[in-house]
């Protein structure tokens, strides 16, 4: 048997990425929460983790996903109907003067990392934003987050550092940035 991009087996329903909908919250929120928690612990305090609810992430996701007048867009990871990972993005946040757009979120279920689903969904992301105007891309991730891997392996560069606090503990979070998004793009594109 052979396995389709996704890490899946042929016979197995395949990832397809397409743009949330309203009706996509609680799924998002879902996704948002278990992987959260399972990213996060020991990194965050627990009681962080523990307050963060499907209840209180639904909420918010819908307003997200009605809302788009702030220019952020999301686009989710579905396999068999489920939704298994999301994506958003818009203009950047913090008035950085290199770099205009902003990958917020990527986040997969535990079973789906690591199998090409979190390259497509910030692909899509990337493409959305290149096709809005936007010629570069960067993110903010916790310099301890095992997913700054990822954004290495994507040619991210470790662009700034800055210390915040968490429930009473000092915490790093660390910016990638990509100075050329046609280049990510190309880079997302050719490992497919």
Not at 48 to 71: A, F, H, I, P, Q
Not at 165 to 186: C, H, P, S
Request: hydrophobic letters at 40%; charged letters at 30%; one cysteine or more.
């Amino acid at each position: 048997m052979t396995a389709g991009d996704d890490g899946m087996s042929e016979h197995a329903p395949r990832i397809k990425i397409r743009e949330a909908t309203p009706d996509d919250a609680a799924g998002v929120a879902r996704v948002h929460v278990i992987s959260s928690r399972a990213t996060y612990l020991g990194l965050l305090p627990e009681v962080t983790l523990s307050e963060m609810t499907y209840r209180k992430r639904t909420v918010n996701w819908s307003k997200t996903l009605e809302d788009r007048s702030g220019g952020e867009f999301v686009f989710v990871a579905e396999r068999g109907g489920e939704v298994v990972g999301f994506a958003s993005g818009g203009p950047e946040r913090g008035g950085d003067a290199d770099f205009d757009g902003e990958l917020y979120a990527v986040y997969l279920l535990p079973e789906h990392q690591r199998r090409g689903a979190g390259r497509r969904l910030v692909l899509a992301v990337a493409e959305r934003l290149a096709r809005l105007g936007f010629r570069s891309l960067m993110l903010w991730v916790l310099a301890d987050n095992p997913a700054c891997r990822f954004y290495e392996a994507l040619g991210g560069a470790r662009i700034r550092a800055t210390e915040i606090e968490g429930d009473g503990r000092a915490l790093t979070k660390v910016a990638y940035g990509w100075a050329d998004i046609e280049a990510l793009i190309e880079r997302l594109r050719a490992s497919r």
